[in-house]
């Protein structure tokens, strides 16, 4: 069992930046490099977007479109910890940030990931 507790979110202009962590706790015995790390939003009425995501070491990301150049995704498997960075921020970046893990190869498709935090809200004004 994983449990994902994010934070960081918060109201930004247009423009400005924002760091979201995610801190996962695990049963004993689990190891969180086990895990591949995502970051997803969903903005009202929309469905659950992916953002980003990060392999086990590190060594390989993944980026939705809509943010490619902006936002950075890291880990750092000593502190249990994922981070996404978010510069150039944009009023359609408004949305619930969610961090997830999945036990498997990499994947955009949000239900493919088995673990999930509860979100942490991101505002954008323009």
């Known amino acids: 069992q994983v449990q994902l507790v994010e934070s960081g979110g918060g109201l930004v202009q247009a423009g400005g930046s924002l760091r979201l962590s995610c801190v996962a706790s695990l049963a004993a015995g689990d190891t969180f490099s086990t895990y591949r790390m995502g970051w997803f939003r969903q903005a009202p009425g929309k469905e659950r977007e992916f953002v980003a995501a990060i392999s086990w070491s590190g060594g390989h990301t993944y980026y939705g479109d809509s943010i490619k150049g902006r936002f950075t995704i890291a880990r750092d498997n000593a502190k249990n910890t994922v981070t996404l960075q978010m510069n150039s921020l944009k009023p359609e970046d408004t949305a619930v940030y969610y961090c997830?893990?999945?036990?498997?190869?990499?994947?955009?498709?949000?239900?493919?990931?088995?673990?999930w935090g509860k979100g942490t809200v991101v505002t954008v004004s323009s």
């Open positions: 997830a893990a999945r036990y498997g190869p990499h994947s955009d498709y949000a239900s493919e990931y088995d673990y």
